[in-house]
């Protein structure tokens, strides 16, 4: 009697692409439960751009979250991030900025509402960016200013 075959298992990835389809930083605390990771991990997504991600965490999240997460696969993750760059530097480069945040922060002293106000978005977003707040993209400007103002008080004290 001959022995039958036995069917081959497919071997996972040890990581995968994962892409948001927002700005977010994903963090994986090392005593999560159900992952394996043996330290805390984080990641910084941009939107649209895919990172390599361990499959495990790529797989709860697209499967918790599919509104927000998804898999790709290696190919389409590579043909998208061979894109990106050149995308982001005509961004930079068509909209050149003469603000700068640690100037008008240092001019600034104290700093008010009414002062913050005066700027556009993108100049509150710059000086959120400075102070290392790290803003969602969709954070209304008052609740930013408020965020700065706050930030601000606690490192004069």
């Known amino acids: 009697m001959a022995k039958q075959a036995q069917p081959i298992q497919p071997v996972e990835p040890e990581e995968v692409y994962l892409v948001s389809k927002v700005n ?3 963090i994986i605390p090392k005593d999560k439960r159900s992952f394996p990771n043996k330290e ?10 895919p990172q390599k991600v361990p499959a495990y965490a ?3 999240y697209a499967e918790s979250y599919p509104h927000v997460y998804s898999i790709v696969r290696d190919g389409e993750a590579e043909a998208i991030i061979s894109k990106a760059p050149t995308v982001t530097q005509t961004a930079e480069v068509a909209a050149p900025s003469d603000f700068n945040a ?9 700093l008010t509402k009414d002062k913050l106000i005066t700027l556009g978005d ?4 710059q000086i959120a960016g400075t102070l290392e707040l790290n803003p969602d993209p969709n954070t209304p400007k008052g609740k930013l200013i408020e965020q700065i103002l706050t930030e601000v008080e606690v490192r004069n004290k």
Do not use: C, D, Y
């Open 58 to 60: 790529a797989k709860a």
């Open 122 to 125: 993108k100049e509150v977003f």
């Open 40 to 49: 805390t991990l984080a990641f910084t997504f941009k939107a649209g751009i």
């Open 102 to 110: 640690v100037v008008f922060l240092n001019n600034n002293h104290p």
């Open 24 to 26: 977010r930083k994903l």
